[in-house]
């Protein structure tokens, strides 16, 4: 079963700059258009960016210009580099699948202070 470990949330001033990792646990890691979602307390878990299997990137309005979402197939891990950090970025991340088709992992906590 396909294991998702994300990581290197924390606690940032708002300007600040913060880098997510998932690593993945399958083997067809490289095949796959993995994305980034977030979910705010109170809020539905949104669509933040997705890298397809040839590195092609794709952002969702609000992390436009901020965001930037890479991939390393030799460690079956994608990044998530987010810079200029708002206090409306404050929300659990989490990676997947494109179609959500993995058992989402813990998540990463992100806290953006104003």
């Known amino acids: 079963q396909v294991q998702l470990v994300e990581s290197g949330g924390g606690l940032v001033q708002a300007g600040g700059s913060l880098r997510l990792s998932c690593a993945a646990s399958?083997?067809?890691?490289?095949?796959?258009?993995i994305a980034w979602y977030r979910q705010a307390p109170g809020k539905e878990r949104e669509l933040v960016a997705w890298?397809?299997?040839?590195?092609?990137?794709t952002y969702v309005g609000p992390v436009k210009g901020r965001f930037t979402i890479s991939r390393d197939n030799a460690k079956n891990t994608v990044y998530l580099q987010m810079n200029s950090l708002k206090p409306e970025d404050t929300a659990v991340y989490y990676c997947?699948?494109?179609?959500?088709?993995?058992?989402w992992g813990q998540g990463a906590q992100v806290t953006v202070s104003s």
């Open positions: 890298i397809s299997s040839s590195g092609l990137a």
């Open positions: 997947n699948t494109i179609a959500r088709g993995w058992r």
């Open positions: 399958v083997s067809s890691f490289s095949l796959n258009s």
